[in-house]
């Protein structure tokens, strides 16, 4: 056959006469063959005749020695190899007794014609094995939608065969659920309506042989007649459950997280190149702002500017890949703030890809109060507010530039608690300490370590006669009367001196002031004693 860009030529027809049966090879077949030859004008028709269409020559030259008519489809060589059709109709000629003594053969030349029917005849087989043997369902009804033929591919699908369905509308299939919409949707089809078409394909179920029901989507065609009268139409299914199913777990999925996005106590946000895209609606009952307002400005828009660094340090922990914990202040609508605890990590998209940080918050007011209130209960005394020990000596050890520390003892503070009681007792102890306070620095303190036993910590570059002075002051302040619901209480302070030394324990520290202290009260008692018998004589 010739090469494709030659095929497909129009019909051209040749009359040729011939003495006998024997078929002539005409010059103008030749011609397009393209072997003729001028020094031999006739050639044998056999020696150009394609070997496996000799058979088909030989019974057209027999019918013709028969007297009879004879066609048939021949095609003939040329030089190269390349083959041409022609069809051949060879009509018998007689003398007067009736004798065969020639023919008339009529050549057409059809190796177009040959080539459209050999595409036609792939293209028919490539349809049929694509509808035999592929998954989707592909069908045919006519006119008054009836089906006139279905793909074996249904058997598979639904359980029935083409012989079951062909004469039917396949509509009758179709889950009652779904009749009434799919029905008005196909008869817009029919009638002919375009946009019905072009709106594509529709989803719904249909009914197996077995009686169960499985989702398909399906497509159809509308195959108009020249006026544009729908004349058939081609359908197209896909059984889809597994589409369905997935589609059905995911709604499930998304309703889940609805729900526990709008009620839960969490607020859970998305960012992405550092901008919240996604806020969860509980944002709006746990800090008052809509869900637009807060991704218009984000967790760093609303976050308290002192815990900037805190959010910073947990985006760099996010962003090498780890999980993050913080506890910041967030500021409501109102403007106050409230105290969250934000857990974050990387977002990973179902790809297994990172797509940006999701985090989650929760306010933890009440526990952050709960924990200063221990803290406050752990660092500080209940009763007069001043430092415990412990926290005081922890002070002292972080102190960079020395310290001194005053050990104050107030005098004869059991004959006040014997006398009045212990709320004047109490009242006497916090006096003091507010009194105390009162006479030191801001980096300074004051520290309850007994029933009536004060530390006060002077800490920087503290030399002896700074830290007498302020001794002199705390005893002339403690001096003075206390008012308390029993009337005026007077009460003195003996006060122990001591400068931390180079390398030395805040302990030891302490332990050498403790010391000063009572010294300083045996020797405020001796003199006292002496003052007494002065009197006496």
Same mark, same amino acid.
């Given at each position: 056959?010739?090469?494709?860009?030659?095929?497909? $030529?129009?019909?051209?027809?040749? !009359?040729?006469?011939?003495?006998?049966?024997?078929?002539?090879?005409?010059?103008?077949?030749?011609?397009?063959?393209?072997?003729?030859?001028?020094?031999?004008?006739?050639?044998?028709?056999?020696?150009?005749?394609?070997? #496996?269409?000799?058979?088909?020559?030989?019974?057209?030259?027999?019918?013709?020695?028969?007297?009879?008519? +004879?066609?048939?489809?021949?095609?003939?060589?040329?030089?190269?190899?390349?083959?041409?059709?022609?069809?051949?109709?060879?009509?018998?000629?007689?003398?007067?007794?009736?004798? !065969?003594?020639?023919? &008339?053969?009529?050549?057409?030349?059809?190796?177009?014609?040959?080539?459209?029917?050999?595409?036609?005849?792939?293209?028919?087989?490539?349809?049929?094995?694509?509808?035999?043997?592929?998954?989707? *369902?592909?069908?045919?009804?006519?006119?008054? @939608?009836?089906?006139?033929?279905? $793909?074996?591919?249904? #058997?598979?699908?639904?359980? %029935?065969?083409?012989?079951?369905?062909?004469?039917? %509308?396949?509509?009758?299939?179709?889950?009652?659920?779904?009749?009434?919409?799919?029905?008005?949707?196909?008869?817009? *089809?029919?009638?002919?309506?375009?946009?019905?078409?072009?709106?594509?394909?529709?989803?719904?179920?249909?009914?197996?042989?077995?009686?169960?029901?499985?989702? &398909?989507?399906?497509?159809?065609?509308?195959?108009?007649?020249?006026?544009?009268?729908?004349?058939?139409?081609?359908?197209?299914?896909?059984?889809?459950?597994?589409?369905?199913?997935?589609?059905?777990?995911?709604?499930? $999925?998304?309703?889940?997280?609805?729900?526990?996005?709008?009620?839960?106590?969490?607020?859970?946000?998305?960012? @992405?190149?550092?901008?919240?895209? %996604?806020?969860?609606?509980?944002?709006? +009952?746990?800090?008052?702002?809509?869900?637009?307002? %807060?991704?218009?400005?984000?967790?760093?828009?609303?976050?308290?500017?002192?815990?900037?660094?805190?959010?910073?340090?947990?985006?760099?922990?996010?962003?090498?890949?780890?999980?993050?914990?913080?506890? &910041?202040?967030? @500021?409501?609508?109102?403007?106050?703030?409230?105290?969250?605890?934000?857990?974050?990590?990387?977002?990973?998209?179902?790809?297994?890809?990172?797509?940006?940080?999701?985090?989650?918050?929760? !306010?933890?007011?009440?526990?952050?109060?709960?924990?200063?209130?221990? #803290?406050?209960?752990?660092?500080?005394?209940?009763?007069?507010?001043?430092?415990?020990?412990?926290?005081?000596?922890?002070?002292?050890?972080?102190?960079?530039?020395?310290?001194?520390?005053?050990?104050?003892?107030?005098?004869?503070?059991? #004959?006040?608690?014997?006398?009045?009681?212990?709320?004047?007792?109490?009242?006497?102890?916090?006096?003091?300490?507010?009194?105390?306070?009162?006479?030191?620095?801001?980096?300074? +303190?004051?520290?309850?370590?007994?029933?009536?036993?004060?530390?006060?910590?002077?800490?920087?570059?503290?030399?002896?006669?700074?830290?007498?002075?302020?001794?002199?002051?705390?005893?002339?302040?403690?001096?003075? /009367? &206390?008012?308390? /619901?029993?009337?005026?209480?007077?009460?003195?302070?003996? !006060?122990? *001196?001591?400068?931390?030394?180079?390398?030395?324990?805040?302990?030891?520290?302490?332990?050498?002031?403790?010391?000063?202290?009572?010294?300083?009260?045996?020797?405020?008692?001796? +003199?006292?004693?002496?003052?007494?018998?002065?009197?006496?004589?």
């Amino acid at each position: 056959m010739l090469p494709s860009d030659q095929r497909h $030529s129009l019909t051209v027809s040749i !009359v040729a006469e011939g003495r006998g049966p024997a078929l002539a090879y005409p010059l103008e077949v030749q011609r397009l063959v393209g072997v003729m030859s001028p020094s031999e004008p006739d050639r044998p028709l056999r020696e150009h005749t394609h070997p #496996e269409d000799l058979a088909q020559l030989d019974a057209v030259e027999s019918a013709v020695a028969s007297g009879d008519a +004879a066609a048939a489809e021949v095609r003939l060589l040329a030089a190269d190899g390349v083959s041409r059709w022609f069809s051949v109709l060879a009509m018998p000629t007689r003398d007067s007794a009736g004798r !065969v003594v020639g023919h &008339v053969a009529a050549w057409r030349d059809m190796d177009g014609e040959m080539s459209l029917r050999e595409d036609l005849v792939d293209s028919e087989r490539r349809f049929r094995l694509l509808a035999e043997t592929a998954s989707d *369902i592909v069908y045919e009804a006519g006119a008054d @939608r009836c089906v006139t033929w279905v $793909s074996s591919s249904i #058997e598979r699908a639904l359980g %029935w065969t083409p012989e079951d369905l062909v004469g039917t %509308w396949m509509s009758d299939l179709v889950h009652p659920d779904d009749l009434a919409w799919s029905t008005a949707r196909r008869d817009r *089809i029919y009638a002919g309506d375009p946009e019905a078409e072009a709106e594509g394909s529709f989803v719904l179920r249909l009914r197996t042989k077995d009686g169960g029901y499985r989702w &398909v989507s399906t497509t159809l065609t509308t195959h108009r007649a020249d006026d544009g009268t729908p004349m058939q139409f081609t359908g197209g299914m896909k059984v889809i459950d597994d589409v369905m199913e997935e589609r059905q777990r995911l709604a499930e $999925s998304e309703e889940r997280f609805r729900l526990l996005a709008e009620n839960a106590a969490d607020v859970v946000y998305l960012m @992405r190149d550092q901008r919240a895209v %996604w806020v969860s609606p509980s944002v709006t +009952a746990v800090l008052g702002w809509s869900a637009e307002e %807060w991704l218009a400005g984000g967790f760093d828009e609303y976050a308290h500017p002192d815990d900037a660094d805190e959010i910073a340090r947990c985006r760099e922990d996010v962003a090498r890949g780890g999980r993050a914990e913080a506890e &910041v202040r967030a @500021r409501t609508r109102d403007g106050a703030y409230r105290w969250v605890q934000v857990n974050a990590g990387p977002f990973v998209d179902a790809d297994g890809r990172r797509d940006g940080i999701v985090a989650s918050f929760r !306010v933890i007011d009440e526990q952050v109060a709960a924990r200063r209130e221990l #803290e406050r209960r752990a660092t500080y005394d209940e009763l007069t507010g001043a430092l415990k020990r412990g926290p005081a000596l922890d002070r002292l050890e972080t102190a960079e530039d020395g310290f001194a520390v005053l050990y104050v003892d107030l005098d004869g503070f059991k #004959e006040i608690n014997d006398t009045w009681g212990h709320a004047v007792g109490d009242t006497v102890l916090t006096s003091a300490v507010e009194r105390m306070a009162a006479l030191v620095g801001g980096h300074d +303190a004051v520290a309850r370590v007994g029933g009536d036993e004060f530390l006060v910590l002077l800490t920087g570059a503290v030399d002896r006669s700074e830290a007498e002075a302020v001794a002199d002051a705390i005893r002339a302040a403690l001096a003075e /009367p &206390v008012p308390t /619901p029993a009337g005026p209480v007077v009460v003195t302070g003996s !006060v122990g *001196i001591a400068l931390r030394r180079p390398g030395e324990a805040p302990e030891a520290t302490v332990t050498r002031a403790d010391r000063e202290m009572y010294r300083a009260k045996g020797a405020r008692g001796a +003199a006292g004693r002496r003052s007494g018998a002065d009197r006496r004589a």
